[in-house]
C-alpha cells in the first residue's frame, strides 16, 4: 500500500500561481500512475488530471487544461500540480491519489474507482 501526502496549498489571488505536491511512501511508487482530483464546497469530487507511472503521459480535464502541469519525479517519489492561471471556481480541496494497477499508460477516462489510495488533501482559495 502507498501512502499519500499532499502540500502546498494556500491562499492565492486570481490570476496567481500554486504548486501542490504529492510525496509518496510505501510500495514501488514508480510502478504507478497518479491522479489529481479535487472537491469543491457542496460539489462532488472531480478528476484534475493525471500522469503515467513512468511520467510519460499527461492527461487533463478540459477545465484545467492549458493552465495546469503535472510532473513527477520516481527518485524522489514525488508528484506536482503546476497550477497557474488560477480562477475562483478552482477553489477546491485537492487531492492525489494512486492507481490500483501497475504501469499504466492511459487516463482518459478515470474513474476514482481506479485509484486505491488517497491523500488527505489540501485545500487552494483562489480570491477575486
Known amino acids: 500500500q502507498v501512502q499519500l501526502l499532499e502540500s502546498g496549498g494556500g491562499l492565492v489571488q486570481v490570476g496567481g500561481s500554486l504548486r501542490l505536491s504529492c510525496a509518496a511512501s510505501?510500495?514501488?511508487?514508480?510502478?504507478?500512475?497518479i491522479g489529481w482530483f479535487r472537491q469543491a464546497p457542496g460539489k462532488d469530487r472531480e478528476y484534475v488530471g493525471a500522469?503515467?507511472?513512468?511520467?510519460?503521459?499527461?492527461y487533463y480535464a478540459d477545465s484545467v487544461k492549458g493552465r495546469f502541469t503535472i510532473s513527477r519525479d520516481n527518485a524522489k517519489n514525488m508528484v506536482y500540480l503546476q497550477m497557474n492561471s488560477l480562477k475562483p471556481e478552482d477553489t477546491a480541496v485537492y487531492y492525489c491519489?494512486?492507481?490500483?494497477?501497475?504501469?499504466?499508460?492511459?487516463?482518459?477516462?478515470?474513474?476514482?474507482?481506479?485509484?486505491?489510495?488517497w491523500g488527505q488533501g489540501t485545500q487552494v482559495t483562489v480570491s477575486s
Open positions: 500522469i503515467s507511472w513512468s511520467g510519460a503521459w499527461t
Open positions: 491519489a494512486a492507481d490500483k494497477s501497475r504501469f499504466r499508460d492511459t487516463y482518459y477516462y478515470p474513474q476514482e474507482a481506479d485509484f486505491g489510495s
Open positions: 510505501g510500495r514501488t511508487f514508480s510502478n504507478y500512475g
